[in-house]
């Protein structure tokens, strides 16, 4: 699993919900939190935080928001051979599920459907974990 330590980067338009996400985050034991409300923002964070050699370890990122969407960011991320293989964690809702086979086709680590529990939370941050160690 992620190691307490692990910065996380959380991406979403609504702050309700990036507030929802830390504190779940918190209660698993994660404290290096970073947020950002749209893809520009969080692309901006990930570049601050390599040139500052404080590596981002995981992304939560919403996929419909305003500037730039999550799958953009994906695909940006993508395109960048240090983030090939960053954890990247989709979160989307039951009618953008049909448009997830573009996500996969971008290279996501996993998906999430709103609206997110603690529980799913956990499960998946595991899955991505596997997914990052085994390849
Ligand atoms: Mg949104």
Redesign the pocket.
């Known amino acids: 699993m992620f190691p307490p330590s692990t910065r996380i980067l959380i991406v979403?338009?609504?702050q309700s919900l990036r507030d929802l996400l830390k504190a779940y985050l918190r209660r698993l034991g994660y404290w290096n939190l970073l947020e950002a409300q749209d893809g520009q923002e969080a692309l901006d964070i990930l570049w601050q935080a390599q040139s500052a050699k404080e590596e981002i370890g995981l992304v939560i990122s919403?996929?419909?928001?305003p500037v730039m969407t999550g799958l953009e960011l994906l695909k940006r991320v993508r395109m960048v051979p240090d983030w090939k293989n960053l954890p990247f964690l989709l979160l989307t809702t039951e009618s953008e599920k049909a448009r997830v086979v573009q996500a996969v086709q971008a290279h996501v680590s996993n998906y999430m459907v709103k609206p997110i529990d603690e529980a799913t939370l956990k499960e998946k941050l595991f899955k991505v974990w596997e997914k990052a160690t085994k390849g």
């Open positions: 979403d338009d609504i919403d996929w419909n928001m």
